[in-house]
């Protein structure tokens, strides 16, 4: 079979266009759809670990929410034992009283220093408390009365001297440090 | 048998021809192959929408919880800042060091033939564990220097019961000239300072009964 000029030419023109359709099929149809969908998917495997970590993030927080309550309780029951205001103005009489509830009538209270501490919304204070005149046996039931029902006070010092006037009394000087708002 | 002549042979044969056409058998397969690409068009453009609609669904959620785990992430921030500052709080009242027990020691220890004239305790600065106790007095006896002593090795023994790395020195030991008067007797005095280092107990070995320990600090001194 011989194929005459016109039908050579036709074949040569539909070659031409098929090679053009090919090209737009590819290029312009099956490309930008592969590759749309092959983003999508590479945003899939992106989104969907963001996703879980954001869901374990929720959870997480939602189960620490649950245990902290009872975590932070003591925390905010000592900082509400706290008076409002001034230490300088509550803390002094604080132990006054407190001294003359253990039988010891007789003490003054000076601030010494002030400094930081790391729990939030505390600040460390420095008091001497000094006591001229009691017995050893009603300073260590005071002592150990501080130690036991203020859990904010450390007792950083304690001196005991014997008086020269009344060998039955001693002078005593204590150091301690409280946590106070800040 | 009957003759017969095919007169349309050439009709017949320019039909076959014309049904054997290359051109028109190219064009049929090329319409078949054209209609399988469409068809795999069609295919990959559902893929392509399952795929971009599942993509928008996730994107949809994500930004939905992106905002909630962000405020998530804030407030467990906070809470663990103020867990840790109870924890901490907690830690340092359960370590603080705890004077009246060592006053207690002190007391039941002393016998009647020393009269202890200085008492200074001092908890430690900064990172240090170890306290200190500094007692000064007199003592009376025959042998004065022997009731030092004697006070000595009790605080050291009585305190080494509740503490930990107890250890009594005598930083002076002085023979006195002065006399006391003891239930009627004149005895020799001496002058002595002692110097006690203690560290509280390892919590873990006390934690076991936290509150008994306490309690009977405060009867102790009582």
């Known amino acids: 079979m011989k194929l005459d000029q016109e039908q050579i030419k036709k074949i040569f023109l539909s070659t031409l266009l098929l090679i053009a359709l090919l090209y737009g099929y590819f290029a312009f149809l099956l490309g930008p759809l592969q590759a749309s969908e092959k983003a999508a998917a590479a945003g899939i495997d992106t989104v969907t670990p963001q996703i879980a970590d954001a869901k374990k993030q929720i959870n997480r927080t939602s189960q620490l929410e649950k245990q902290a309550p009872e975590a932070v309780a003591l925390l905010n029951n000592l900082k509400d034992t706290i008076p409002d205001g001034e230490p300088i103005a509550w803390f002094p009489p604080k132990m006054t009283d407190f001294l003359k509830s253990h039988g010891i009538d007789k003490s003054t209270t000076h601030l010494v220093s002030e400094g930081t501490d790391p729990t939030p919304g505390l600040k460390r204070m420095v008091w001497a408390i000094d006591i001229p005149k009691v017995d050893f046996v009603p300073l260590g039931v005071a002592i150990s009365s501080l130690e036991n029902e203020q859990p904010l006070t450390t007792i950083l010092s304690v001196t005991i001297d014997a008086t020269r006037e009344d060998a039955e009394y001693q002078h005593a000087t204590l150091t301690i440090s409280t946590l106070v708002k800040s | ?222």
């Open chain 2, 1 to 222: 048998m009957p003759l017969h002549v095919n007169l349309y042979h050439e009709v017949q044969r320019q039909e076959l021809a014309r049904r054997r056409d290359p051109l028109r058998l190219g064009m049929m397969g090329l319409a078949v192959i054209a209609v399988g690409f469409v068809a795999y068009y069609f295919v990959v453009l559902e893929q392509a929408h399952v795929v971009e609609s599942q993509y928008a669904a996730l994107q949809d959620e994500f930004s939905r919880l992106d905002p909630k785990a962000k405020a998530a992430k804030t407030r467990e921030d906070e809470l663990n800042t103020e867990i840790s500052a109870s924890e901490t709080l907690v830690k340092n009242i359960d370590s603080r060091f705890y004077w009246a027990p060592v006053l207690d020691q002190v007391l039941k220890t002393v016998p009647r033939t020393v009269q202890l004239t200085h008492f200074a305790a001092a908890a430690p600065t900064g990172n240090a564990s170890v306290n200190t106790v500094e007692i000064s007095g007199i003592s009376s006896a025959i042998e004065p220097r022997k009731e030092a002593e004697a006070l000595r090795t009790a605080l050291n023994s009585r305190l080494g019961t509740q503490f930990d790395g107890v250890s009594a020195m005598f930083k002076t030991l002085d023979d006195s000239d002065e006399i006391v008067m003891l239930d009627g007797r004149r005895l020799a005095t001496a002058n002595f300072n002692i110097e006690i280092k203690l560290q509280a107990k390892d919590p873990s070995t006390v934690a076991a009964a936290p509150e008994p320990v306490r309690k009977s600090k405060l009867i102790a001194a009582q």
